[in-house]
């Protein structure tokens, strides 16, 4: 049975039958309910069904052996049957993290990006354009689409880069207002959301003067209007609007602020009295989000910068929420990260959260293999790669020489291979029992964490591809 011959009936019949044993059941996985239903009489009637849904159960467990891979199963008839159950299930969905750059569609990005192609500044634009992707076609909503999507293999980066294409266009408070109605509507009638929690920036800092960046009170109350009127029109969509902070030490407006403290700040300030002006607001505007890239962002004092504006907010009632743990240069480093958000900042939720997540030995270990293979082809590892921050940080005691030999790609002798197993095994012991001490800790302090394993598989290449 190929996948060419299922028809839409067929997979109607699927969703159908898929149904019924949800319906009937409580509590069981997807595994037992596809199960269950070759077991069906009415699946077993219809060969073609059956033999489907056989096909299917094969196709998973090749999948967590690594031989097939995800649109395999995706493309599946079964699949789309499952799918549509999904979309008419009758209970709305909870979007519980989106962001607002990430989720406008290309011809959304196109449509707006004509307005600030066709003003006085258009040149900058074009310039600043060129400037994140190199001398592209912006000319079609299929050139923004390849653009703005990422690709197989392309990790957390480029993932930040291709967020700041949507970002341009997001220039006044009507344009978050279309946005947010888009995606709501969006979400909605082709997802069946019914709540979302957005991640959004809350101020914006552009290096060059020119590119238009909207007031932040602008921006909470175009994006509060936008899902309001959609809200108000459908009567069951209701929102969360989580203000975003990048985190990195340098992302502050130089020309306003001595400091990243102080623009900081001010946008607490900024974010409290728009609450006082507009409390209608309030019930949509309760917890803060930072965002980011963390690599460098590990030690003590790189959070002090945000801890006392974070206070203000918590006596208001504010939850701090933050994406932690999810890239880093070293393991031990993107646990340390975790460990002072939760202690400066009284995280109350931890996003990602994968340098928590990740097993140490797991980790070391296939780092181990991989640098052994490259050192026996005489390969050096390069300079301030991930590898090179992890295999510097080892734990060596005496064995520095092998150390160098890695990094230089000097095949080692047999000794060393030993002392080099020796580091590494030192290395995951250490840092996993770090690790569990702050999974202990978090669990003590009731921290809630929202992993997102597609993303995280995906953007942070912590694991090997099948
Ligand atoms: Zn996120």
Redo the contacts with the bound molecule.
Sequence with gaps: MSNRDADSTIIDEIAEQFTKVVAETNGITISETLELLCKSNEVIESSVVLSLVKEFRDLISSYQFGSVDIYTLLKHPVSKGIDKFFRKFPKKYHEE?I?LTGSLNSEFVYDELQSVLSSADSAVYRDKIKSIFGDVSIDSPEDISKLITLADGEEFDRYLKILDLPALILKDGEVHKRAAYHMASELYNKFNVGNLKL?FTFSRVSSDPKIITTPSKEVVLGLYEGFKSFANEVGDFNFNLSPSFRKEATYYDKNLFRSKKDGFEKSISELLELLEEHPELIDHVNEVDT?GNERDMYRKGHFRDMQDGFRRLQRRGFQIRS?HGEVWKTLAKGIQAVDNAMNIWHLDNL??GISIGINPNYYYHSLFQRILKNNRESKPIKFNSRDFYEITEMDWKHDYHVMDKLVKGTPLSLAEEKAFTKAKFRTATEVERYQHDVLNRMIHKNISLVA?PS?NKRLTGNFKKR
Excluded: G
């Design positions: 993290h962001h991640k965002v994406h996003e990602h997102l993303s």
